[in-house]
């Protein structure tokens, strides 16, 4: 496919499900606050102003000030990064090791396939995934790599789950008979042939999986499990702004409204490339 029919596809798809277009907007808005965030951020996130504490949104700070006196939209826009940092990390050791996993379990089958998909599967999915990631940071304590660690503890089961379908129904089509013909390593076989042919429902696994991501990384820092303070977080601002949630409401309202945008973009993300990457989806809209 080249690049000017690509870019005819991607315009029908932005025509046809203006949600995607909405989706993509915001994400490179927050990759923007989170790579640029020293030059965006009106103020440092950590500058501490008491006598303008608790100031309402005004022309001097756009979201107003928290308990500290420190400007709110500052911190946003610095909290953008902790939360894509966290979520892509989390998405990328999650895909790495259900790819690992879902692949030998299902290209391999009998006894591996029964052990990984009644035992570890099985095990990994009967403990929530919150309260497991709870019990690692406790443990552990708070920081970006424990969060990400715990946080990928039960996020890579759902990767491996559907990897393993996908490589079951793969195994026996027929270019992958003709390369086990031919003599071709299992590894070759899995990285060559099976795996670009089942990339596309993870791919849509994996930006619906940011979104969750991101959702639980607010989650630790609201409870007081993710990154320390001062570090400026969404979730810990939520927590921060519980006690003036009828006496300063901005304090609440902007970091939630900013949780809520960044999960719905990857969300809508993840709905659109299914319905791209699905034949069936995209005859349904003329694409």
């Known amino acids: ?5 690509t870019a005819i596809s991607f315009q029908r798809v932005a025509r046809h499900n203006p949600l995607a277009t909405t989706g993509v907007v915001l994400v490179l808005i927050f990759v923007a606050f989170a790579l640029f965030a020293p030059w965006i951020a009106p103020q440092d996130p950590a500058f501490i102003v008491l006598p303008n504490r608790l100031s309402s949104p005004s022309a001097a700070h756009w979201c107003g000030t928290d308990e500290l006196g420190r400007d709110i939209l500052s911190r946003l826009i610095y909290g953008s990064r902790i939360s894509l940092l966290v979520g892509s990390c989390v998405v990328a050791v999650s895909l790495l090791l259900g790819l690992i996993v879902g692949s030998a379990a299902g290209y391999y089958g009998g006894r591996i396939d029964r052990f990984v998909n009644i ?6 999915l009967s403990f929530p995934g919150v309260l497991l990631a709870i019990g690692f940071l406790a443990f552990r304590g708070p920081g970006i790599f424990n969060l990400v660690l715990a946080l990928s503890l039960g996020g890579w089961v759902g990767y491996a789950r559907l990897v393993r379908a996908q490589v079951l129904a793969a195994r026996e089509r027929e270019f992958v008979e003709a390369a086990r013909a031919l003599g071709a390593s299992d590894l070759r076989i899995l990285a060559r042939h099976i795996l670009p042919n089942i990339i596309q429902p993870v791919i849509v696994q994996a930006a619906i999986g940011m ?3 991101i959702l639980a990384e607010a989650t630790m820092s609201f409870l007081g499990l993710g990154v320390p303070p001062p570090t400026a977080s969404w979730g810990a601002m939520l927590n921060d702004g519980r006690s003036h949630l009828f006496d300063a409401p901005h304090l ?3 970091p939630a409204v900013t949780v809520m945008l960044a999960v719905l973009s990857f969300n809508f993300i993840g709905d659109a490339l299914r319905d791209y990457l699905d034949p069936r989806s ?3 809209v003329g694409l």
């Open 211 to 213: 979104a969750g991501a």
């Open 252 to 254: 609440v309202l902007f």
């Open 119 to 124: 035992v570890v599967m099985n095990a990994g």
């Open 282 to 284: 995209r005859i349904e």
């Open 1 to 5: 496919m080249t690049l000017s029919t």
